[in-house]
């Protein structure tokens, strides 16, 4: 499966931003969709995840109330909805999938099999 993630950017603080993972082979709908975000010289950590079924979400505490994951099956597109953007948001961001991860792992890169490229999101006045 190839992810490719898109929609990154240059927003201002309190700006909206949406970035979306599109997979070639395989539909994401079977399959749990994670955003991970990596910031310059750390490792990459959990944004949010879709499982498969049910589509349930699950956030990091740090964008909780403002970060919405979703999917478009007709698109096979999964898409991160960022909501008041803060300079402390600026990373890299990933897509991932994986199938069979269970609850406790959902925010571990390891549970990860596919990896998309990143997309550059910064947050900037």
């Known amino acids: 499966v190839q992810l490719q993630a898109s929609g990154g950017g240059l927003v201002q603080p309190g700006d909206s931003l949406r970035v979306s993972c599109v997979a070639s082979?395989?539909?994401?709908?079977?399959?749990?969709v994670g955003w991970f975000r990596q910031f310059p010289g750390k490792e990459r950590e959990f944004v949010a995840a879709?499982?498969?079924?049910?589509?349930?979400?699950h956030y990091a505490d740090s964008v909780k109330g403002r970060f919405t994951v979703s999917r478009d099956n007709g698109k096979n597109t999964v898409y991160l909805q960022m909501n008041n953007l803060a300079p402390e948001d600026t990373a890299i961001y990933y897509c991932?999938?994986?199938?069979?991860?269970?609850?406790?792992?959902?925010?571990?890169?390891?549970?990860?099999?596919?990896w998309g490229q990143g997309t550059l999101v910064t947050v900037s006045s």
């Open positions: 991932a999938a994986g199938a069979g991860i269970i609850l406790s792992s959902i925010p571990a890169t390891s549970a990860y099999h596919y």
């Open positions: 082979e395989r539909t994401l709908s079977s399959l749990t």
């Open positions: 879709i499982r498969r079924t049910p589509s349930t979400t």
